[in-house]
C-alpha cells in the first residue's frame, strides 16, 4: 500500500469518532451506489446481549442486496504501525432473514487509497464478476 495517512485513526477508542465513521461509509455507499434504493444499509448491528453495542469495528458497515441476494461487510482494523496499511478480502455465507446469502468481506485499515479499492470490489461483486484481492 502507498504512504497514505490513515482516515479515523481513532475510532476504537472514541464512540463519537465511531459513530462518525459508520455514517462515513453509509455516506459514500449511498453516493457511490445511488441505484440501490432498496439495499439494507447496517442491517447487522454489532452489539452485547445487553445491547450495548460492541464497537470493535467488525462490522463497521453491512449491507444487503436484495436484488442481487447477495451482503456486503466491511471490518475496518486499527492501524498497529504505519506499515501496515493493507485491505483484504475474502467470501463467506451469512444468514440475512433466516437466508444463507453469499457475502464479501473487506478487512482493511482505511485510507483514501484502500477506500477506493474497497468500492471497486463492491462494485464487482454486485455485477458478478468480483475476483480475490
Known amino acids: ?27 459514500q455507499f449511498v453516493a457511490y451506489f445511488p441505484d440501490c434504493p432498496d439495499c439494507k444499509i447496517n442491517w447487522h448491528k454489532a452489539q452485547y446481549a445487553n445491547g450495548t453495542p ?20 466491511i471490518v475496518q482494523e486499527a492501524l ?17 432473514q433466516d437466508k444463507l446469502v453469499p457475502e464479501l468481506v473487506i478487512a482493511l485499515t482505511l485510507t ?12 464487482e461483486w454486485q455485477r458478478g464478476q468480483f475476483q480475490q484481492v
Open 1 to 27: 500500500m502507498t504512504n497514505e495517512k490513515p482516515l479515523f485513526r481513532t475510532f476504537l477508542q472514541s464512540p463519537q469518532q465511531y459513530g462518525r465513521l459508520e455514517a462515513w461509509w453509509k455516506k
Open 80 to 96: 498497529e504501525d504505519e506499515q501496515d496499511i493493507h485491505l483484504d478480502t475474502w467470501t463467506d455465507k451469512k444468514y440475512y
Open 54 to 73: 460492541l464497537r470493535d469495528g467488525n462490522p463497521i458497515f453491512t449491507v444487503y442486496i436484495p436484488k442481487i441476494g447477495k451482503n456486503i461487510r
Open 112 to 123: 483514501k487509497e484502500t477506500a477506493k479499492e474497497a468500492f471497486a470490489c463492491m462494485a
